[in-house]
């Protein structure tokens, strides 16, 4: 297992990119994900990778912890081989999923996310490869 990714929730995504890269990291892909209702830019980090998250619907979950919450870290990624045998361990330990069965990401891998209340505050997510 390794962190695959660190998601930032930002409000100005162009914004963000600008900072990120004047640090030195260059961005290695910018897409939508319209189910995820987000537009996400990634920086390569060694093995893993600053994932900068912008909303593109007010009712967008990134939108919503950013009025809550502020622009900020949101989510922290874990590698896993196999989802779905990740989701089900968890669920045995009786850590709560918000997602009990995969869905697609940015990149198009499968996401899956396990709810903060399991994980001492923190929102953590399963990605498959």
């Keep these: 297992m390794k962190i695959d990714h660190i998601g930032i929730a930002v409000k100005n995504l162009n914004e963000a990119i600008k900072t990120y890269e004047a640090l030195g990291l260059k961005v290695h892909e910018i897409e939508e994900v319209s189910e995820q209702k987000v537009r996400v830019a990634m920086f390569p980090v060694g093995e893993s990778r600053i994932e900068l998250l912008e909303a593109t619907s007010e009712d967008s979950p990134i939108?919503?912890?950013?009025?809550?919450?502020g622009e900020g870290i949101h989510?922290?990624?874990?590698?896993?081989?196999?989802?779905?045998?990740?989701?089900?361990?968890?669920?045995?330990?009786?850590i709560k999923m918000i997602d009990e069965k995969p869905r697609i990401g940015a990149?198009?891998?499968k996401i899956a996310f396990i709810h903060p209340k399991?994980?001492?505050?923190v929102l953590l997510e399963f990605v498959e490869g």
Aim: aromatic share 6%; net charge positive.
């Design 63 to 69: 939108a919503k912890f950013i009025a809550s919450r």
């Design 75 to 94: 989510h922290v990624a874990i590698n896993v081989e196999n989802i779905s045998e990740a989701i089900e361990k968890a669920k045995k330990a009786g």
């Design 107 to 109: 990149g198009g891998r």
């Design 118 to 121: 399991s994980t001492y505050g």
